[in-house]
């Protein structure tokens, strides 16, 4: 509950420090609108000259742009504004000494201690394709499709800040290492289905560097139903992804000496 409760006042004082610019809201709405439509237009010129692509439809694919724009927001909001600087400001600039006095766990502090509210914008157009998407099937998903989705949903959340952790605890052993632009290009893969990817990449995508697991599965479990083939893995690798994360944080934090020493 104390976490709670300081992730709350967190996005509270983002959103508070946000609105003070509000001109920016009506540029970020019109970014995120001209992205999305970007990604659309993608997909409808694909489908301008098939009916399928690897076995998916074109409703099936708007559910797809969907979803991914729906974890995309969630990244953008909450995860990125704290590990994105992580390596520079955190590790080189010292800014994690504060967070070590702090009375509050470290790693909550450096990974979900800021926000930028003004990224939600894309998860309601993501929910907005979604439903034009899921009503282009002809049919609605069941509740129990709902529900496994929220699940993988939450799991592929879990997933993506523990990449995050991960790729950041990098920087007690290489301070100098950046990998933002690496990661951020790998994440635009999630954006398509793994099905089109040849094997040794969807290899890759599905179980080394799990992208997989950010839209292309949340999406075949709202639209094919729940299937514990693929709920059950996508919550233990879940799991896995936040210990590991967990533990490598722990083994960075006792290499660090502080930005002085």
Known sequence: MKLLRLFAAGFSRSAQATLTFRINLLFDIVQSVIGLLASLATVFVVYARTDSLAGWTEAEAYVL???????????????????????????????????????APTLFLASLARSTPLALIRFVLGTVVIVLGVSGQGRLPTPGAILAWIVTLAAALAVTWAMGVLLACLAFWAPRLQLDVFYGSAWELGRYPTDIYRRPLRFVLTYVFPLALIATVPTTTLLGGPRLVLLVPCVIGAAIACCLAVGCWRLGLRRYTGATS
Not at 96 to 102: G, I, P, T
């Open 65 to 103: 742009i969907g979803t991914f724009q729906l974890l995309s927001s969630l990244k953008s909001t909450f995860i990125d504004p704290n590990l994105s600087w992580f390596p520079e400001n955190g590790i080189r600039q010292g800014k994690l000494d504060a967070y070590l006095l702090q009375p």
